[in-house]
């Protein structure tokens, strides 16, 4: 059960950093970038890639790069062209197919086992440590770096004006700002951050596959709502440590979920599904509560009035 437990942590600190990124548009735009299924799969196809050519590190910051690229083809088909930005994402995400075969000289995966990338370097500069605990420390540090790097951006006055195009893009039109810029901006971090979330994953598991990109965004709405129902808070900090918790509390979920034995292994995707629809669930959920509870109490004021 412990190893499950690690397991489940480590994978869930690092989609955590997907996570991060779909907050921007989920959250600050208002709608869902589907773009990230196919930057996160580039993240891993690049930095799979750049790890087998000796350069491990230069592989995170490239396909940190290479996924703010494609956020930014998603914002100009969007703004520029006119395309509403959910088709925009996914037409994004069905180009990078190609794009991310190519990146791979055309093979569907890429091993990195006999390579070395972030993880066994640092294994072996501190052979003291325990690996599991070792590396759900290296991903719950990358992790915390994206959070607060976000958190500052935020307060920026640049981060500010794109969470103002996301509340009323009419009255930042109005103030001489630039909404356009300021929504390919928000596309472009939110894919940078998928991408580096995917070099991550590469290098964790030690391979990169062509299809490991398939679910991320149903699997971010899924911990921001988790997360949003346990961390409450109103400003942009409370909305990314939602997210990190979240993307932890859906993994572990997931690990009971198998560990309890209810369901064999092919359920997974199943399992999967009744969690997010659970979790999606919720808001409504609460709010015909609360509305419930609003109309009994009326009828007690009534009644006694």
Excluded at 13 to 23: D, H, P, Q, R, T
Excluded at 125 to 134: C, E
Excluded at 261 to 277: D, E, G, K
């Amino acid at each position: 059960m412990g190893g499950i437990l690690d397991t489940a942590c480590q994978q869930g600190f690092l989609y955590a950093i997907a996570v991060l990124g779909i907050v921007l548009t989920l959250r600050v735009l208002n709608w869902p970038d589907l773009t990230v299924d196919g930057s996160f799969t580039l993240g891993i196809c690049v930095t799979a890639v750049a790890t087998v050519a000796g350069h491990p590190l230069l592989g995170f910051a490239l396909s940190f790069f290479c996924g703010a690229a494609a956020g930014i083809l998603t914002g100009l088909l969007h703004t520029k062209v006119g395309i509403h930005p959910l088709l925009a994402g996914i037409l994004t995400m069905t180009g990078l197919y190609s794009i991310n075969l190519a990146v791979m000289g055309g093979s569907p995966n890429i091993s990195l086992l006999r390579t070395d990338t972030v993880f066994t370097i640092l294994r072996r500069a501190m052979p003291g440590i325990d690996r599991a605990t070792l590396t759900l420390v290296i991903v719950a540090f990358i992790s915390a770096v994206c959070t607060a790097l976000l958190a500052w951006f935020f307060l920026t006055g640049l981060g500010l004006r794109i969470r103002a195009a996301g509340d009323n893009a009419a009255m930042v039109r109005a103030s001489s700002i630039n909404s356009d810029a300021t929504h390919i901006l928000a596309t472009a971090l939110t894919n940078a951050f998928v991408g580096l979330a995917g070099a991550v994953l590469a290098q964790y598991q030690g391979y990169a596959d062509i299809n490991s990109g398939a679910g991320v965004i149903v699997v971010g709405l899924a911990s921001i709502i988790i997360g949003e129902v346990v961390v409450r808070g109103q400003n942009i900090v409370f909305g990314l440590l939602a997210a990190v918790f979240g993307a932890v509390a859906y993994r572990l979920l997931i690990a009971l979920a198998l560990y309890a034995n209810f369901f064999p292994a092919y359920m997974l995707r199943f399992v999967s599904a009744v969690i997010v629809s659970a979790t999606l669930a919720v808001p409504q959920v609460r709010e015909t509560v609360k509305n419930s509870n609003i109309k009994k109490r009326g009828r007690r004021h009534a009644g006694t009035g």
